[in-house]
């Protein structure tokens, strides 16, 4: 027994399927032996419960507590029971087969290399695994020249959405001047180094789950960034809405400062009387627009988040005027990595100038979401059909929105094209975050542009009449088509539009607001032109455009349907066919929902 660990997986995602009673059932029956970690990515399968064991690894899915105490009983024999075998997803034992050993070999985990392995609490836990071996080696082994040019050719490029070379990106601010020059920074002190977590696209998680699994790995490669580019501060910008990321960074951010690696000891343990970083957490109030640099920039000096004109560019003039440099979550984390391991072997991954791998939140219509980490340049329908298990239910696969609200739809006819910044660009979407939402036969496409354009109207600062009009009236055009009334000019209204607010907009929000109208306008035409012209939603999506029925002859009588009719719409007796009054009827669908012999239809 004393060689064997049990670790539940306890981030958002565990904790939301159920992990907490299953933890404390563990504890309770191995005297508090459990340990917790992170998010492995495979939400789909949570809660998760590792088992290892005389050197080897089992993990088990869909662990309640009725499963863990078949595993805790189950330790001391040897012998997996059938029922167990049935759960075990992983495992490193060559005489097992989990059942998502495929979807693990199609991965390469470089940001996800210790989500779901560690405590994140736990430093020890950390280091263990190599942690800030990267920051010793920089600080002590490397120029800050050198570790600039170590990231540039790697070819890491912002894992943001834009995609700029990291490394160049380094150089900008390495060279800009300020204030008081001294030996490390012959251009001067007082610049910033910002980690930007203010994930805020629908259906992405990336950052979340990293922060929550892997903080270190975020703080090592900011203190990396800082001491190439001659930084002494630093903020974690992390919107509020994420509580246990804010307070695991906390955590790891005090455990950092204590064993010298930023903060005052970080000049005793490196040795460099030069080298002097420190950092903190900026809580952001969740507004989107606070992604774009100058926004968040704004947000962290306690103006309002709005962006500024450029130039001057952050790297020269950022918060409080003093140098700045700004990357996100998984651009941070790949930097330790990199000096580890060398840019030559981060290269070797992906294609192109898309190098390395790319994390994506994969949600919506499909079998297996979560978290899934893979080399640049395969294809989105290896990634939809390999790791994501391919379409719920079996149904047809219709689109995917790629970058969130900046981004776009891409159809079936484009599955093949490789996740690359430039081939996904070509499509009219783009890299984005990484957020992937799959989207089925039952989804309509105008709907789908409908919330897209609310989402970014809503989160719109107001600053740029283009951007504050353009996005409201293309959002009424969208509302107008989809509850029926859409005219015949409503298309070209709406290209029109899309034109304006991309060009006129000071930030990247407003630019890119059109994109999910522009790729679904260009790719599902058709489904456009029946809203408009037919009065016909394809998907049978839009309530203005539907209707239910009962067929008469195969309804039972049950009443289930008016039972659960929110607005009394569904009238009958008992064993007696019953009947849909459609002035009534709101289309929320319960009725359908819930009848047992599916004799409700829309139409």
């Known amino acids: 027994m004393s060689e064997t660990l049990v670790t539940v997986g306890l981030a958002s995602c565990g904790i939301a399927a159920g992990a907490l009673p299953v933890a404390e059932e563990l504890r309770r029956l191995l005297n508090g032996r459990v340990k917790e970690v992170g998010c492995l990515g495979y939400c789909y399968m949570e809660p998760l419960v590792s088992v290892i064991r005389d050197g080897k690894t089992y993990v ?11 595993i805790a009983s189950e330790l001391d024999g040897g012998e997996m029971s059938a029922a167990l075998r049935e759960r075990l997803i992983l495992t490193d034992d060559p005489n097992e087969t989990g059942s998502e050993s495929e979807r693990a070999s199609k991965q390469v985990r ?12 736990s430093i020890d836990e950390y280091i263990a695994r190599g942690g800030y071996k990267a920051l010793e080696r920089a600080v002590k082994e490397m120029s800050r020249e050198d570790v600039i040019k170590e990231v540039k050719d790697s070819g890491l490029r912002g894992r943001g959405g834009a995609g700029f070379p990291t490394g160049m990106k380094w150089g900008f601010a390495r060279g800009a001047k300020a204030a008081e020059p001294n030996a490390s920074n012959p251009n001067g002190t007082d610049k910033y180094m910002v980690c930007n977590a203010d994930e805020g696209d629908p259906g992405a998680f990336m950052d979340r789950s990293v922060l929550e699994s892997d903080p270190h790995s975020v703080i090592e490669g900011m203190a990396i960034g800082a001491y190439a580019v001659g930084a002494s501060h630093g903020v974690i910008y992390c919107r509020a809405e994420y509580p246990m990321a804010i307070k695991h960074l906390g955590i790891a951010l005090e455990q950092a400062r204590e064993r010298g690696y930023i903060g005052e000891g970080a000049k005793e343990r490196f040795g460099d009387p030069d080298f002097s970083f420190d950092m903190y957490i900026k809580e952001g109030a969740g507004a989107f627009v ?33 140098p700045t440099n700004i990357n996100n979550v998984e651009t941070w984390a790949n930097v330790p990595w990199i000096i580890q391991n060398g ?23 499909i079998k297996k979401g979560g978290l899934a980490e893979v080399p640049m340049g395969m294809t989105l329908r290896e990634v939809i ?15 995917v929105q790629l970058g969130g609200p900046s981004g776009g739809c891409v159809p079936e006819s484009l599955l093949d094209t490789p996740v690359d910044y430039e081939s996904i660009n070509a499509t009219g979407a783009i890299m984005g975050s990484g957020g992937m939402v799959v989207m089925d036969e039952d989804t309509c496409i105008v709907d789908v542009a409908r919330f897209f354009l ?15 009009i353009g996005t409201k009236r293309m959002l009424e055009t969208l509302e107008r088509i989809t509850n029926g009334s859409g005219r015949s000019d409503d298309l070209d209204r709406l290209l029109s539009l899309a034109s304006i607010v991309k060009d006129g907009s000071l930030c ?7 994109n999910p109208v522009l790729t679904t306008v260009k790719y599902f035409r058709s489904e456009y032109e029946a809203h408009i012209g037919e009065k016909r939603c394809p998907a049978k999506v839009c309530a203005a455009l539907i209707r239910y029925s009962i067929d008469e ?25 019953h009947r849909i009054d459609d002035a009534l009827c709101v289309r929320c669908g319960l009725c359908a929902k819930n009848c047992p012999v599916s004799c409700i239809s829309v139409e």
């Open 60 to 70: 088990y899915g869909h662990v309640d507590v009725e499963a863990a105490r078949r």
């Open 508 to 514: 990247g929000l407003g630019q890119t607001a059109p």
């Open 343 to 365: 840019a030559a072997a981060f290269s070797a991954y992906g294609c192109g100038k898309s190098k390395g791998t790319k994390v994506f939140a994969l949600a919506g219509k």
């Open 110 to 121: 470089i940001v996800l290399r210790n989500s779901g392995l560690i405590d994140p609490k």
């Open 385 to 399: 059909y390999g790791i994501a298990g391919g379409i719920e239910k079996d149904r047809s696969f219709k689109a």
């Open 290 to 322: 606070c992604g774009e640099e100058t926004a968040l920039i704004a947000s962290v000096e306690g103006k309002r988040g709005m962006p500024r004109p450029r130039p001057p560019f952050p790297a020269n003039s950022g918060i409080w005027g003093k």
């Open 553 to 577: 002859s195969r309804c039972v009588g049950c009443g289930r349907c008016a039972k659960n009719c929110p607005v009394k719409a569904i009238s009958g007796s008992l064993k007696n066919p």
């Open 454 to 468: 609310a989402f970014v109207q809503k989160e719109s600062c107001g600053k740029c009449p283009f951007c504050r």
